[in-house]
């Protein structure tokens, strides 16, 4: 059985690069899979939040989740502190890992970056994200390409254990779809799309009025030599756009590369904008309608936690017994 997990940071407003890198890929997984997807809020602690803005950021992205598609029936959908096993793992798996292979994880360097406090929760997370996807028998993570090296971490961890102390943890695999998992900024293309970076130009929220990101579409930065073509190092910026066309409409790259071919960057940016109001507005539609009833998605979030402890509290057990505990 096909068993996945992923999980989002409430750190910020979900950007169309996490829909199209992550989300699209939940609500594609779930009818083949037992599918668990985690509001990482534990994650979100790593800098300083504020806590009502926290609680309140972790429902809106349940809500997202559903809203795009996730369906809680098919689906485990819940909030990541509400299944205390996770912190425990976490714990339990620092003492099997180095601070040598977290020294190498590139998000932590940008993270950190000119910060003048940075937290040890910012430095040791990757090895909660190993937690969060072991303790469910994790076959596959859908993610954007940026986690990757998080990935290979949570194996090299889960093998490790396994070597030392007996088959413990199934060894995950990454799931990042060849194209689309890496949505660029639209003022820097050279940078990924991100929601907690400053810019706030440099991204669209899934939940963003067309009036705001139409704005921003027309004005993305692209090149000067005014030719439509895919070529991602040399036009990161057209690329990107072209990408996004593709994405949203779910026509072939090439077909969306010939269909602007000879016409300015203006119609590209034009006829983009109109299939996101499109796609974004069901979305945002049946976002609205969700939040209508938010005691249906409380009992949604108790149910699914209640689902994952069960599990959850199996992996610990397992890996207390293996550890001496
Ligand atoms: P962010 O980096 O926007 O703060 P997270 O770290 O919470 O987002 O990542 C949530 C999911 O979205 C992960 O699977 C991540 O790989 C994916 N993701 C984030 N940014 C992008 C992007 N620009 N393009 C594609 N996928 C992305
Ligand atoms: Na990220």
Redesign the pocket.
Same mark, same amino acid.
């Given at each position: 059985m096909k068993r996945v997990f992923?999980?989002?940071?409430p750190? /910020?407003n *979900?950007?169309i690069?996490?829909y199209? /890198?992550? *989300?699209k890929q939940f609500v594609e997984l779930q009818n083949e899979a037992d599918a668990f997807y985690c509001v990482?809020d534990l994650?979100a602690l790593t800098v300083q939040q504020d806590p009502e803005e926290l609680r309140k950021r972790s429902r809106e992205i349940a809500q997202i989740y559903l809203a795009c598609g996730v369906d809680p029936v098919k689906s485990t959908v819940f909030i990541q502190s509400h299944v205390r096993e996770h912190a425990e793992l976490g714990w339990l798996l620092q003492c099997v890992s180095y601070m040598g292979e977290l020294n190498r994880m590139t998000q932590f360097k940008d993270k950190a970056e000119g910060k003048a406090n940075v937290t040890v929760g910012l430095y040791t997370y990757p090895v909660l994200m190993a937690a969060d996807i072991l303790l469910y028998d994790t076959t596959h993570v859908?993610?954007?390409?940026?986690?990757k090296q998080h990935i290979e971490l949570t194996r090299d961890i889960a093998e490790r254990f396994n070597n030392r102390f007996g088959e413990t943890f199934v060894i995950p695999n990454p799931q990042i779809q060849k194209f689309?998992?890496?949505?660029?900024?639209l003022t820097e293309p050279n940078k990924?799309?991100?929601?907690?970076?400053e810019n706030e130009k440099s991204?669209i929220a899934i939940l963003e009025d067309p009036a705001t990101f139409k704005k921003k579409i027309m004005s993305a930065v692209t090149d000067t030599d005014n030719e439509i073509r895919f070529d991602e190092e040399n036009k990161p910026g057209i690329s990107n756009l072209l990408s996004l066309y593709s994405l949203f409409t779910g026509d072939s790259l090439d077909a969306t590369v010939a269909r602007f071919q000879g016409e300015g960057y203006g119609t590209l940016k034009k006829q983009l904008v109109e299939v996101m109001t499109d796609k974004l507005g069901t979305i945002q539609a049946r976002y609205h309608e969700l939040s209508q009833d938010p005691a249906e998605l409380d009992r949604i979030l108790a149910t699914s936690a209640e689902r994952a402890r069960t599990i959850a509290e199996q992996t610990v057990n397992r890996v207390k017994d293996a550890m001496g505990l």
């Open positions: 992923s999980g989002v940071q750190s /910020g *979900l950007t690069g996490n199209l /890198g992550a *989300l990482v994650h859908p993610v954007g390409d940026d986690q689309g998992a890496r949505i660029m900024s990924k799309m991100s929601k907690s970076a991204r």
